[in-house]
């Protein structure tokens, strides 16, 4: 079946531009979570929904980040006023159970 | 609170060579453990996982790991390496079902020489 997508899988933009990030769960999936990597660095956790519940946004680096899940389907992540140190790879991932992730091919961001 | 470290940052092998990854974890109760890998390009995939029981788990590719609660441990391992294992490697470790937000370490990266 269909594995976790993001659109889109590069993005380019300009220092103070916001940018919107999506990503596709599979299908039945309750858990949904946003991740950073940045070069040669692990994983930042962002965001993190299930179900109905409020999301976990213990890890948005700051108030420029933003995520939304509508549905509890499609997420889309928000970053706005962009700032070169945003530039980084963002991965999504979703889960049956909140245990073992299913990760998207992840969207490059690279902030000019 | 949780954390992992795997302590080599590059691991360089040769074709056919056996491979160790370590990975030491920090956890208050028992732990749920994960190796993923990622190749470049490309989000991670599950190699495997321990939850509990037998303390040495088969993944695919033809990889294990084997779980020590005395060492804090879950070493990655594999007997043969292949050219098509060269990649990032990544340990996790989280809890139980419900709210869980799994830790990462920083990652692996193997090298494997022809």
């Known amino acids: 079946g269909a594995g976790v997508s993001q659109s889109p899988s590069n993005k380019v933009t300009e220092k103070g531009k916001d940018v919107e990030l999506r990503c596709d769960p599979i299908?039945?999936?309750?858990?949904l979570y946003w991740y950073r990597q940045s070069l040669g660095q692990g994983l930042e956790f962002l965001i993190y929904?299930?179900?109905?519940?409020?999301?976990?946004k213990s890890g948005l680096p700051s108030d420029r980040f933003s995520a939304e899940r509508t549905g509890g389907s499609v997420s889309t992540l928000t970053i706005q006023r962009t700032q070169q140190e945003d530039s980084a790879v963002y991965l999504c991932?979703?889960?049956?159970?909140?245990?073992?992730?299913?990760f998207g091919p992840g969207t490059r961001l690279t902030v000019l | 609170a949780q954390s992992v470290t795997q302590p080599d940052i590059h691991i360089t092998v040769s074709e056919g060579a056996s491979l160790e990854l370590r990975c030491n974890y920090s956890?208050?109760?028992?732990?749920?453990l994960f190796w993923y890998v990622q190749s470049p390009g490309q989000g991670l995939q599950l190699l495997l996982k321990?939850?509990?029981?037998?303390?040495l788990v088969q993944g695919i590719k033809g990889f294990e790991a084997e779980f020590k609660r005395s060492q804090s441990s879950f070493n990655l391992r594999k007997p043969s390496v292949h050219w098509s294992d060269a990649a990032e490697y990544f340990c996790?470790?989280?809890?139980?079902?419900?709210?869980?937000?799994?830790?990462f370490g920083r990652g692996t990266s193997l090298i494997v020489h022809p």
């Open positions: 956890y208050g109760a028992t732990p749920y």
């Open positions: 321990y939850f509990s029981g037998d303390t």
């Open positions: 991932a979703s889960s049956p159970d909140s245990n073992e992730q299913f």
């Open positions: 996790a470790v989280g809890g139980a079902g419900g709210s869980y937000i799994p830790t």
């Open positions: 929904f299930q179900g109905n519940s409020a999301p976990d």
């Open positions: 299908s039945g999936h309750t858990a």
